[in-house]
């Protein structure tokens, strides 16, 4: 036996103790049943997740397409992501394009 932990003798709950039922439980009793388990895929639900708009009418738009997954089942997720996904790459790289006509160019002689 350790001498640097005491023991309590008293195993007994007080009877005053809150939470004190008519059994003596501290919990409190469960009369509601649990719904049956449905093991079936759930329904769509929106993600809920903020789209903040960027101020780019063009980028905004393909964001706020991403909203279109949120009333689809996760096997339509997939299209939605590609074309937004394929929406912003095309932003982007326009981006690196350069307005007008090439640079001219001079000869070396």
Known sequence: MND???QVADTEPDAGAPGDGEHGSAEPERTAQRPPQDDGPAGPAPLG???TPTGRAEIDAHVERLADAD????DGHLE?????????????????TRPGPPPAQG???
Not at 71 to 74: E, N, Q
Not at 80 to 96: F, I, K, N, Q, S
């Open 4 to 6: 640097a932990v005491p």
């Open 107 to 109: 000869h070396r002689s």
């Open 80 to 96: 939605v992501y590609e074309d937004v996904h394929r929406g912003l790459r095309d932003a982007l790289t326009a981006l690196d």
């Open 49 to 51: 997740v903020p789209r």
């Open 71 to 74: 009333h689809l089942t996760t």
